[in-house]
């Protein structure tokens, strides 16, 4: 029987984690008085902030960190990402696949998620305050999911969040261009000029901002998920498995992955060039976390992965509709009403997904 690093199960929990952790954060980071994260760009000011909440706690803190760290939820989502593609594309006997026909395809996909949660947002947009001013070149961009290229992207994306839409297109494009069935060092090549980009840029510059909101922020956890799903695609290393270790040893083997990790995100975020390879860094906690779950939890992180694409696409709506409580009323009670509702929504939402025919290949 083949080894493997990470089944089916433990990918669908990672993704369901990495979905609670972003829905959370688009949360608590609209929050004013909220400790404000460092994702596109590097500010000093954000990691004093930080500092301060956890030198002087008070009730607010999960709060506080969910807004900072929150958003790695979408390195571990990249790394999926990359780590399903070879998985399901590069097979030595499977039939060598065009580039139109992949692009066409990976598009096509993702438009079913984003046209029926971009739809329901502008409705809900449209009749709560703080309505966004739309203009048509902007949906256009929006739709065909090249808005990221675009000057000052954090002003014209709404909801914020479907960036990511842009992004993953990219990365589809790059993939299959540069990347499908290449040698390994081609992947390590790519992710090392994507870093060396990312070096010299000024850490509150809008030159990085634009950078990360492209396919070039994002290649180091993409990048890692395509390198091991090649390693382990045949046979994984006894020392990536722990198969020569007892249950118990295992099982301390990614406790202590874990505690080093979440040890090394903390301490790496007050640093620009360590910032930078934190994406790794959660990857590997978050593999560790599901590897040290218990069943029931693990399962419960499974059905969350299971709609998570269509959480992703409807927290949005849930957030414009409560983001009101926590202004006005109380935190916690907006965050509970928008956790319930969001997870009614994207069951709802997965059923109209559902029903939109899907592209082939």
Not at 40 to 62: I, K, M
Not at 315 to 320: D, E, G, L, T, V
Request: glycine share 6%; charged share 15%.
């Amino acid at each position: 029987m083949r080894n493997e690093l990470l089944t089916r199960e433990e990918c669908t929990a990672m993704r369901g984690i990495a979905i609670l952790s972003i829905m959370l954060h688009n949360y608590c980071h609209f929050i004013g008085r909220i400790v404000k994260e460092n994702e596109y760009q590097f500010f000093t000011s954000n990691n004093e902030g930080l500092w301060r909440v956890l030198t002087h706690p008070d009730t607010l803190l999960p709060v506080h960190l969910l807004s900072y760290f929150g958003h790695y939820g979408v390195p571990v989502f990249l790394f999926l990402s990359g780590f399903g593609l070879v998985m399901k594309y590069e097979h030595k006997t499977q039939e060598r696949i065009g580039v139109v026909p992949f692009v066409r395809y990976n598009y096509l996909k993702l438009l079913r998620m984003l046209i029926v949660g971009f739809t329901l947002f502008v409705i809900v947009d449209v009749v709560t305050p703080g309505r966004f001013q739309y203009h048509w070149d902007n949906v256009i961009a929006q739709l065909l999911m090249y808005i990221n290229v675009l000057p000052t992207p954090d002003k014209i994306i709404w909801p914020g969040i479907y960036w990511f839409f842009g992004l993953m297109i990219e990365l589809y494009i790059v993939y299959r261009l540069l990347l499908y069935r290449q040698k390994s060092w081609a992947v390590v090549l790519l992710v090392a000029v994507c870093w060396l980009l990312q070096v010299f840029c000024d850490p509150e510059g809008e030159t990085l901002n634009r950078l990360r909101y492209n396919f070039i922020g994002g290649m180091l956890p993409f990048g890692a998920g395509i390198l091991l799903a090649r390693v382990t695609r045949n046979e994984t290393p006894a020392f990536l498995t722990g198969n020569s270790h007892s249950p118990y040893g295992k099982l301390l083997v990614w406790l202590g992955s874990l505690l080093v990790c979440m040890i090394l995100v903390f301490v790496m975020c007050f640093n620009y060039q360590s910032w930078l390879w934190i994406p790794l860094l959660v990857v590997i906690g978050t593999i560790a976390l599901v590897k040290t779950m218990p069943q029931w939890l693990l399962s419960l992180c499974v059905w969350f992965g299971g709609i998570s694409a269509a959480m992703f696409v409807a927290h949005p709506i849930a957030r414009k509709l409560f983001i009101s409580v926590a202004l006005r009323q109380d935190i916690y009670d907006g965050l509970m009403l928008y956790v319930v509702v969001t997870i009614a929504l994207s069951w709802a939402v997965k059923k109209v997904i559902d029903h939109i025919p899907s592209s082939r290949l």
